[in-house]
């Protein structure tokens, strides 16, 4: 239990001459929560992308539970895995995106139990229980036979984060879940977040909102321009900033 | 006025029993035709689709270039082609093979094109969510995009499948027995051209009318039907 | 040679078929129900009918009541009338889009309905059918092969002639087929481009 569940080694990311990541490494114990904050365009979402093979990272190498994340080693060279393999090792992940992208022709039970269903081969019957469990954890239980067009934002996004939780994932991937909703609906997601935090999860989590981070992290990675200018818990990087990027960006963002 | 319609109309019944079985055989010649070369031309259009959309520079140019040309190019001249033109090279078709193969070539290059963005209308962040739930591109592609794909395109195969049942009448220019050479030929015989080619050309609005108004139908089904979430 | 005629056609046809689409469009805004239930059949019948039976019907049958027609005017009335057809669905479902609150505007303004038309109505609804009108435009192109089943001295024809002058079948009908898509393919590229601008502009 002593091994980091997640580990991030020298990451490089380049999309085309375009270089957005320049050498990341990070670790996360098992039940941690790492926020990772910074201005547009600095790699934040690219960075939790690569975390879980979305992007395929141009260099450097990713590890879960200490194994190796979205390769193979074969002798001294690595080669990428194929899209079975993948896969398969994505489904120990759990996403959450910033546009929810739950799936129109399904209703909300579907869409949460479809992934167990198809995926890790359950039969209708559990899946449809999990998703049940998974939805009522999220207080969405009323929704179940609801399509999502029918879901305000903050529903939506509230039945996306029961689909991740169903994969009962070993870590979970949040990037900006709220920044597309409209202000009154953020309250409802940042509360299952916070509660999910309090079980005990781990979470990485791509945001915008310095308060809830400084709330539910116990650590923050300021990122700009690729690289990681400073980390550490919230009472340091939040209240008592060192470097003069993060100063600014603090100030900017008002807080 | 009345007398002259129903002189008309007395033509029909005199000659029923002649026209009627041959009418009808050749109906029956029609309708296999769109049927076969329909098939031909989804199946086609579906593997000129994904190629289109594949990830070899080579096969995406080789379908983007196919079905340029089969969109350019007159059903005509592709069934005169492969009717009389192979035929120094060794490769003798029938009439009715011709016809099939010419019209699915023909069809395959638009339905390529309605299949394509049928499939492609579907927002790329659905793919992305079903990856990242551990699907595979096949299970996205079975469980996510197709169930959704399906119903955009419908409409646009609908029609067509008019438009093959139409052309078909085209095939009667390479002999094939089909409804308008039936009816030209009998035309001809009978030095009635008038009677056979309104009697041809009703049969043909029977058989397509009730297809459109079907197509219209499901096109407003669609359009009253779910909105997509987009998400951003 | 035969390109000429082809080239001809299609845009004598092209024509006809606009005005009488447009006409047809404009008469059906009238809303005069008889009216518009007949035209509502022409465009029904002429949709769900083969091009060429049509030409048939004109070229061969008109004949027994005492007209006769030559090949290449029978054609031009053929394609145009279908085009017509066609084209008044087009005219219509792009005189539809254009908002009936701008045409309350212009009357707010003072326009009369003819000067609505005129400045306001037409002037978009062109930006709109532009694309459906340039794909009318390579069906027509293909289409007018079929006239050659009529003895129009197009395309096709000629080529049928020179197969049987020179029993080079294969190679004949391949340059036909690339005559008629160096004709097209431009006009392809084209409808593209207006495609594309057309959702810039929207």
């Keep these: 239990m002593s091994n980091p569940l997640l580990q991030v080694e020298g990451l490089h990311k380049n999309f085309g001459a375009l270089k957005v990541l320049k050498g990341i490494n990070m670790t996360m114990h098992r039940g941690h929560k790492t926020a990772i904050i910074g201005p547009s365009g600095c790699g934040k979402s690219t960075m939790l992308r690569c975390i879980n093979y979305m992007e395929v990272p141009t260099e450097g190498h990713i590890y879960l539970d200490g194994e190796l994340f979205g390769e193979r080693k074969i002798n001294d060279s690595y080669k990428i895995m194929s899209d079975k393999e993948l896969a398969a090792q994505r489904a120990h992940i759990g996403m959450v995106f910033q546009g929810f992208y739950l799936w129109p022709h399904l209703n909300a039970r579907d869409n949460v139990a479809i992934g167990p269903m198809r995926v890790k081969d359950l039969s209708r019957a559990n899946a449809t229980e999990l998703a049940e469990a998974m939805l009522d954890k999220v207080h969405m239980s009323h929704k179940f036979e609801e399509y999502p067009e029918r879901l305000s934002g903050g529903q939506q996004q509230r039945v996306a984060i029961a689909r991740a939780l169903a994969q009962q994932p070993k870590l979970m991937l949040f990037d900006e879940p709220t920044s597309a909703l409209d202000p009154e609906l953020i309250g409802e997601v940042l509360n299952v977040i916070q509660e999910l935090a309090e079980e005990g999860r781990s979470m990485v989590l791509v945001t915008h909102e310095i308060n809830f981070a400084r709330e539910v992290a116990d650590h923050v990675i300021f990122l700009h321009d690729g690289v990681i200018v400073e980390q550490g818990p919230p009472s340091e990087v939040l209240d008592n900033p060192q470097h003069e990027r993060l100063i600014s960006f603090l100030r900017q963002i008002g807080s | 006025m009345i007398d002259n319609i129903r002189d008309f109309l007395q033509v029909y019944v005199e000659n029923w029993s002649n026209w009627g079985p041959q009418i009808y055989a050749a109906v029956g010649v029609t309708i296999q035709l769109t049927v076969a070369s329909f098939s031909m031309a989804i199946v086609l259009g579906l593997l000129l689709a994904l190629g289109k959309m594949s990830r070899f520079p080579l096969l995406r140019a080789f379908c983007v270039a196919y079905v340029e040309v089969a969109r350019g190019i007159p059903v005509l001249a592709i069934l005169f082609l492969l009717y009389f033109g192979l035929v120094p090279l060794g490769i003798v078709f029938d009439a009715f093979t011709a016809s099939v193969i010419g019209l699915g070539l023909s069809a395959a290059g638009y339905i390529a094109e309605v299949l394509r963005a049928g499939i492609q209308a579907i927002h790329k962040g659905q793919r992305e969510a079903a990856l990242a739930v551990g699907m595979t591109p096949m299970m996205t592609f079975r469980y996510i995009i197709l169930p959704q794909a399906f119903r955009i395109i419908l409409p646009p195969l609908l029609n067509m499948l008019i438009i093959l049942l139409k052309d078909t009448s085209i095939c009667s220019l390479i002999s094939t027995e089909e409804l308008m050479l039936r009816a030209k030929d009998l035309a001809m015989m009978s030095f009635l051209p008038m009677h056979l080619f309104l009697l041809a050309g009703v049969i043909y609005f029977l058989l397509a009318w009730p297809l459109s108004i079907a197509t219209r139908h499901l096109e407003k089904v669609m359009q009253r039907g779910r909105r997509q979430t987009f998400g951003i | ?202």
């Design chain 3, 1 to 202: 040679m035969g390109a000429v005629t082809t080239i001809g056609i299609t845009l004598a046809s092209f024509s006809g078929a606009i005005i009488l689409g447009l006409a047809l469009a404009l008469i059906r805004l009238l809303g005069l129900r008889l009216i518009n239930v007949l035209i509502s059949g022409y465009v029904e019948i002429l949709r769900n009918t083969p091009v060429l039976a049509q030409l048939f019907i004109i070229y061969f049958s008109l004949p027994s009541l005492g007209i006769m027609i030559d090949p290449v005017p029978a054609a031009i009335i053929g394609l145009s009338l279908n085009g017509g057809a066609v084209l008044s669905e087009v005219f219509r479902s792009g005189l539809n889009a254009i908002h009936h609150g701008q045409r309350e505007a212009a009357l707010a303004v003072g326009m009369t309905p003819w000067m609505n038309l005129r400045y306001i109505i037409l002037p978009q609804t062109w930006r709109i059918t532009l694309p459906p009108l340039g794909n009318y435009a390579i069906a027509l192109l293909k289409d007018t092969a079929v006239v050659s089943a009529i003895a129009a001295p197009e395309i096709m024809f000629w080529a049928r002639n020179l197969v049987t002058s020179t029993f080079q079948t294969t190679f004949v009908y391949i340059l036909a087929a690339i005559l008629y898509f160096c004709l097209s393919f431009p006009l392809a590229r084209l409808v593209e481009r207006f495609e594309r601008r057309q959702s810039a502009w929207l």
